[in-house]
């Protein structure tokens, strides 16, 4: 399986400020997903990332807040914007190396607290 | 509509105790597919299992086993001899619907295990 890494791990930000998160996978992968999970929930599908073409956005998420890059097939960014205490949470990136059938494949986390 | 129901918030057990996690489903597709993840406390999702809806072999790995019945909707998982290192929370979801990249995850089950 695809070996994903994130940047930050962790941080602590102040209200009203953004932040990026990077996803960099070490293969090429079809599909990139973004997750937010809040403190002792279960994941939310934030949108999905495809190359080459706009993100897909959930109900509940939309681009201004959350918007996402996707440049090439092995590196994907999720910027959380006008933060605030309610954006405190764990985002996952996952990948799909094959297609809407596949296996997803999570990243190990971006601890986001804001204060 | 799509739906996984994990009832067991949270489960504690004594080292070398066997334990069952429960995971009902629901969805009137045929062809969907079933996962397990697991959640330790570093907050990286770990894959365990990925079981499509024409498959309803159970699979056993190691002290880990799955038992799938399509019958009564459920996709449970049951450690065998638990050790501490298994304490996390284990998440099942479902790949199922118009949307097949989309993951409907269950509220998760946190498993404690004690020496």
């Known amino acids: 399986s695809a070996v994903i890494s994130q940047k930050p791990s962790r941080d602590i930000c102040q209200r009203g400020t953004s932040l990026t998160i990077q996803c960099q996978v070490d293969s090429q992968v079809t599909m990139m997903f973004w997750y937010r999970q809040q403190p002792g929930q279960s994941l939310t599908l934030i949108a999905t990332a495809n190359q080459g073409s706009e993100a897909t956005y959930e109900s509940g998420f939309v681009i201004d807040k959350f918007p996402i890059s996707r440049p090439n097939l092995t590196f994907s960014t999720l910027t959380v914007s006008n933060m605030s205490p309610e954006d405190s949470s764990i985002y996952l990136c996952s990948v799909s190396e094959t297609g809407s059938t596949d296996t997803q494949y999570f990243g190990p986390g971006t601890r986001l607290t804001v204060l | 509509a799509q739906k996984v129901t994990q009832a067991q918030t949270e489960i504690s057990v004594v080292e070398k105790e066997d334990v069952t996690l429960d995971c009902v489903y629901e969805?009137?597709?045929?062809?969907?597919?079933l996962f397990w993840y697991k959640q330790p406390p570093s907050g990286e999702l770990v894959f365990l299992i990925r079981?499509?809806?024409?498959?309803?072999q159970n699979e056993i790995s190691g002290r880990y086993s799955w038992n799938f019945q399509k019958s009564t909707s459920s996709f449970n998982f049951t450690i065998t001899a638990s050790q501490v290192v298994d304490s996390a929370v284990y998440f099942c979801a479902l790949k199922s619907g118009y949307n097949f990249n989309k993951f409907y995850f269950g509220s998760g089950t946190k498993l404690n295990v004690k020496p």
């Open positions: 079981r499509n809806s024409f498959d309803e």
């Open positions: 969805t009137r597709d045929t062809t969907y597919y």
